[in-house]
């Protein structure tokens, strides 16, 4: 039997909702449901009882969820206990990125961090995906460590924070906001604001539900990268909403990037909470802490 399966009949059998389960192992409900009735097939019994419009383990189910918690604790030291074996003769670490964060953390920095280890780390860096991405990949052990826009909210993930600031309104030199120092949000009502799409960052779903509420008559335009939110704002004549790193990178004669109170951005080091950290895990995080910048 798939350790999987079993991980799946005990999200079940702790959350008695297929929706939350299925949101805690990311996968989809139909997903879950299959999974559950082939376990069910090969045991020959029924595990759940939703007669009654609660989901409850029956008197098989409870054996077997008694029975799978001690198959999964073992299971997951002893993967443990021969990762960490590995990572101690190897020194290797894999870690994946969010997009975009390599604009504000080099690359080149990285490379820097293996070259002057004097643990023997090695960092290798998969390539760039969306923070949902990275999650998965944390969650199921294809990666150590991953830096991924806030909130890191998984509740099986640790996280160390290194950057928090605020948004930044790239605006248009000529207009009224430009020349103040930092902006309320309730100064964007009414604005047509280019910004990224929320399917690639946590924060952007956090700030776009904010602004509705704060300025709920903002209109927001989605585009896929940073250099695209910043060439529809150029196209537009219009307004643009940044990180600092891009709202300076971009800024210009003609333009000007101004702080927003309240709509934040950041990012974090993120890692299973269940890790044991190897002395070369502990190098890479204390490197990583260096580029802590809290701006507010």
């Known amino acids: 039997m798939d350790i999987k399966v079993y991980r799946y009949f005990t999200a079940l059998a702790r959350t008695k909702n297929y929706v939350r389960a299925a949101k805690e192992l990311y996968i989809t409900p139909q997903g879950l449901s299959s999974s559950i009735k082939r376990l069910e097939s090969s045991l020959e019994v029924p595990l759940f009882d939703s007669k009654s419009g609660s989901i409850e383990l029956t008197e098989y189910g409870t054996i077997l969820y008694r029975r799978v918690r001690s198959i999964l604790r073992e299971h997951d030291e002893m ?24 604009n504000v953390i080099p690359r080149e920095a990285v490379r820097n961090f293996n070259k002057t280890s004097k643990t023997g780390a090695h960092v290798d860096v998969s390539r760039t995906v969306v923070d949902y991405d990275c999650e998965t990949s944390l969650i199921e052990r294809t990666c150590d460590f991953a830096l991924l826009n806030d909130p890191v909210d998984h509740s099986v993930l640790a996280s160390i924070p290194l950057q928090k600031d605020m948004m930044f309104l790239w605006a248009p030199a000529d207009s009224p906001l430009a020349g103040k120092d930092e902006l309320d949000i309730r100064d964007l009502d009414g604005l047509t604001i280019s910004c990224v799409t929320s399917q690639e960052f946590k924060t952007s779903r956090k700030n776009g539900s904010i602004l509705h509420e704060h ?10 990268e940073m250099i695209s939110v910043v060439e529809a704002a150029l196209r537009n004549r219009g307004y643009a909403l940044l990180p600092r790193v891009h709202a300076l990178a971009f ?17 974090s080091i993120a890692y299973r909470a269940d890790r044991t950290l190897s002395p070369q895990d502990e190098e890479f995080l204390d490197f990583m802490k260096g580029y802590q910048r809290f701006y507010c």
């Open 251 to 267: 800024q210009r004669e003609n333009h000007a990037a101004i702080p927003v109170r309240n709509l934040d951005w950041g990012f």
């Open 215 to 224: 300025a709920p008559h903002c209109t927001l335009l989605y585009e896929d």
């Open 79 to 102: 993967q443990e206990e021969i990762r960490s074996l590995y990572r101690r003769k190897s020194g290797r670490i894999l870690l994946s990125a969010s997009t975009g964060i390599f």
